[in-house]
């Protein structure tokens, strides 16, 4: 497994933009796919982005959030854009074997702590 830290959540207004970081340990970085969860209070995990042979994004955030990787860095990043009161939740970031699903939290191996971005109306 690999160890993951996110890092970049905070207070924002609506409207405004927050990038995310994703912190991956270890050497074998580049052959895990990334993803990005996120959960509200009271709330299931959903599915944000991931990033594996191609790109996914939820419905909800596609347009507004692009998820990246440095392979070199060992890092993902999500950048925010746009950011609506909706998207406020603790976001989370998840590692898992290439292929099979990209959507499903079960999918994944290895989580981070979880970042709190919180977006004010």
């Known amino acids: 497994q690999v160890q993951l830290v996110e890092s970049g959540g905070g207070l924002v207004q609506a409207g405004g933009s927050l990038r995310l970081l994703c912190a991956a340990s270890g050497r074998t970085f580049s052959s895990y796919a990334m993803g990005w969860f996120r959960q509200a209070p009271g709330k299931e995990r959903d599915f944000v982005a991931a990033?594996?042979?191609?790109?996914y994004y939820s419905d909800s955030v596609k347009g507004r959030f692009t998820i990246s990787r440095d392979n070199a860095k060992n890092t993902v990043y999500l950048q925010m854009s746009s950011l609506k009161p909706e998207d406020t939740a603790v976001y989370y970031c998840a590692a898992k074997a290439w292929g099979g699903s990209y959507y499903t939290a079960p999918s994944y191996d290895s989580w981070g702590q979880g970042t709190q971005v919180t977006v004010s109306s």
């Open positions: 990033i594996g042979g191609r790109i």
